[in-house]
Structure formats: structure tokens, C-alpha cells
T-cell receptor
Framework: NAGVMQNPRHLVRRRGQEARLRCSPM?????VYWYRQLPEEGLKFMVY????????ESGMPKERFSAEFPKEGPSILRIQQVVRGDSAAYFC????????????FGPGTRLTVT | GENVEQHPSTLSVQEGDSAVIKCTYS??????FPWYKQELGKGPQLIID?????GEKKDQRIAVTLNKTAKHFSLHITETQPEDSAVYFC????????????FGEGTQLTVNP
């Protein structure tokens, strides 16, 4: 059983470039959450998606950040015109349904903006 | 919104001793409380969780207790081993928020051999 998969594991971008982070949930899971972890801090919720729907994006910055979870393929977190403050670890978690609560995390993508 | 506080931020114990990490939450509607273990360079791993209709849950060397009245919950690790060394996070969520997790700031546990 494959767990939650994220790629790339490490991503380096220069200021002003775009970053695309991908997440494939566990088999059978249709709910995806994205969290951001700044150095030596806890994880902060960004966005919650189901297939083709954004359910809650209250934790995501209004500008430059967007997320999608298409009918086919992985969930994508997109950061446009990256700045140094975007450097962090971005984690994706999946669950089988909303009310199931248990969320299983992927290994994360560590974004470095130079 | 929910706020979760976690203490201590660092904890050092001798191998074989017990470790206790405590968390408090602010939203009385929260009804699910998981604990995650994060090793360096890896994603958080769910190690135990508890729902609000239960006061205590145990799984081998780890246990979690919940006091809904006081709005706090704790992780207990007995007979600690060096491989228990990691950062531990508590979290809280409630169904109407879409089950998004609000995390504490983490506890760096070091088990000295």
C-alpha cells in the first residue's frame, strides 16, 4: 500500500519564479489537506480540497497561492512569484472522508527560495 | 478559531523513563485529538488519537488522556527508547471545520541512552 506521495522532495526556486508542488493521496482517499511548516515551527493549515472542489482555503494567502485537485491526477499547490518568506516545508495529508478525521501525511516538499 | 498550546517545547529523559507532553485547546467544539511524531526530514506520522467520547486510550507504550472539562490532553510514553527521540505534535479538530487540524508548536523529545 503506497502512502501519500509528494514530489518533488526538494525544490529550489529564485525569487519571482513559480513553484508547483504535487501530492498524490493514499489509494481510496478523496480528501486532501495542505499544511506549511516554517523552520522550527508547527504545521499551519492552508487548504482543504476534495476532487474538483476547494472546500476550505481560509489558511492560504490570498495572493500568489492557489491549489487544485482535479478529477484525474494529483493535487497541485502552486506558488507564483515566490519570495524568500515562502521557504518552508509543505506537507500534504489525505483522509478517506471528511468525518473520518485520520489524516496521513506525505514526506513533504522542502522549498528553498534563493 | 482553535488555538492549541503545547508544553514543554523540549524534553530530555533517560532511556527507560517516562515522558509526558501536555496540550491545551481553546475551542470546546473540538472533538478529535491526534498525536504525530516527526523525525528529522520526514513527514508527521500519526501515532495515536483520541475522540471526545473517550477519556483515555492506550497502545503498547503510548497512551493519551483527555479532560474535556479542562480542555487539555496529554501524551504519555513509558519505557522510553532512543528511537522515541523526535518532535511530537499534538493537534485538535472538529467536524464542522472540515476536520482541518490545528497543531501545537511541538515538543523535541530526546531519549538519552
Amino acid at each position: 500500500n503506497a502512502g501519500v506521495m509528494q514530489n518533488p522532495r526538494h525544490l529550489v526556486r529564485r525569487r519571482g519564479q513559480e513553484a508547483r508542488l504535487r501530492c498524490s493521496p493514499m489509494k481510496g482517499h478523496s480528501h486532501v489537506y495542505w499544511y506549511r511548516q516554517l523552520p522550527e515551527e508547527g504545521l499551519k493549515f492552508m487548504v482543504y480540497l476534495q476532487k474538483e472542489n476547494i472546500i476550505d482555503e481560509s489558511g492560504m494567502p490570498k495572493e500568489r497561492f492557489s491549489a487544485e485537485f482535479p478529477k484525474e491526477g494529483p493535487s497541485i499547490l502552486r506558488i507564483q512569484q515566490v519570495v524568500r518568506g515562502d521557504s518552508a516545508a509543505y506537507f500534504c495529508a489525505s483522509s478517506v472522508r471528511q468525518a473520518a478525521y485520520e489524516q496521513y501525511f506525505g514526506p513533504g516538499t522542502r522549498l528553498t527560495v534563493t | 478559531g482553535e488555538n492549541v498550546e503545547q508544553h514543554p517545547s523540549t524534553l530530555s529523559v533517560q532511556e527507560g523513563d517516562s515522558a509526558v507532553i501536555k496540550c491545551t485547546y481553546s475551542d470546546s467544539a473540538s472533538n478529535y485529538f491526534p498525536w504525530y511524531k516527526q523525525e528529522l526530514g520526514k513527514g508527521p506520522q500519526l501515532i495515536i488519537d483520541i475522540r471526545s467520547n473517550v477519556g483515555e486510550k492506550k497502545d503498547q507504550r503510548i497512551a493519551v488522556t483527555l479532560n474535556k472539562t479542562a480542555k487539555h490532553f496529554s501524551l504519555h510514553i513509558t519505557e522510553t527508547q532512543p528511537e522515541d527521540s523526535a518532535v511530537y505534535f499534538c493537534a485538535a479538530s472538529e467536524e464542522t471545520s472540515g476536520s482541518r487540524l490545528t497543531f501545537g508548536e511541538g515538543t523535541q523529545l530526546t531519549v538519552n541512552p
